[in-house]
């Protein structure tokens, strides 16, 4: 089975600081998607940033990018230039492509971030 | 609106009712997930379907619970006999095969009094 780790519980760090989410994760498996989720207050999932496991490249999506270690099993989301709109529980997932189809998404249990202005 | 559309967004029944979450994916989606999320927690797997197929329900509790997907209309989560811890938001997601990325519905949050 699949798990994914959120260490930190909440976040709080300065409007325009850069801030670091981390997520470990285990695997026994070589292909899979790593996610970030943003859920904000109006509770929405929304995804912020997707890493094939097979890319070496790290994603980036405008002020998001992430640190994928596939060794370490490691892929961290880091926030540049924070703005009061990124305050949101931040869900790290991960999700096995087997053979036959995607399976389901096993999710972290979330870290809650505030920035404060 | 394309996206996965669920309803109802807010949903209230006493203990021993029913709850029926319907859920549409998005256009051209033939894989339905139904993940449910406990306050302060991130989203447990309940139940992946195709269509008129349950592929995988190792996340859905063994009794109360079902969920289908029928040829034509929405997926429907059903909870029978609903007691209190069954509040929760339900959410839905779709996906096309292969694609490897889920698309969210906005939730269906159920509250049993």
């Known amino acids: 089975a699949q798990t994914v780790t959120q260490s930190q519980p909440e976040m709080s760090v300065q409007e325009a600081e850069t801030v670091t989410l981390s997520c470990t994760y285990d695997?026994?498996?070589?292909?899979?998607?790593l996610f970030w989720y943003k859920q904000p207050p109006s509770r929405q999932m929304i995804l912020v940033i997707r890493?094939?496991?097979?890319?070496?490249q790290n994603a980036t999506e405008n002020r998001f990018s992430v640190n994928f270690q596939k060794a370490a099993k490691s892929f961290s989301l880091k926030i540049s230039d924070s703005q009061l709109g990124d305050t949101a529980m931040y869900f790290c997932a991960f999700i096995l492509i087997s053979g036959g189809g995607a399976d389901g998404l096993t999710f972290g249990k979330g870290t809650h971030l505030i920035i404060q202005p | 609106n394309a996206g996965v559309m669920q309803n109802p967004r807010h949903l209230v029944r006493r203990r021993g009712q029913e709850a029926r979450l319907r859920c549409s994916p998005m256009?051209?989606?033939?894989?339905v997930y139904w993940y449910r999320q406990l306050p302060e927690e991130g989203l447990k797997f309940m139940v992946y379907l195709q269509k008129e197929n349950i592929i995988d329900e190792s996340g859905m509790p063994k009794e109360r619970f079902s969920a289908e997907f029928p040829k034509e209309g929405p997926s429907i989560l059903r909870i029978q006999q609903v007691v209190r811890g069954d509040s929760a938001a339900y959410f839905c997601a779709s996906s096309n095969l292969g694609a490897g990325e889920l698309f969210f519905g906005e939730g269906s949050r159920l509250t049993v009094l």
């Open positions: 890493q094939e496991a097979y890319k070496q």
């Open positions: 256009k051209g989606h033939s894989h």
């Open positions: 695997t026994s498996e070589n292909n899979y998607y």
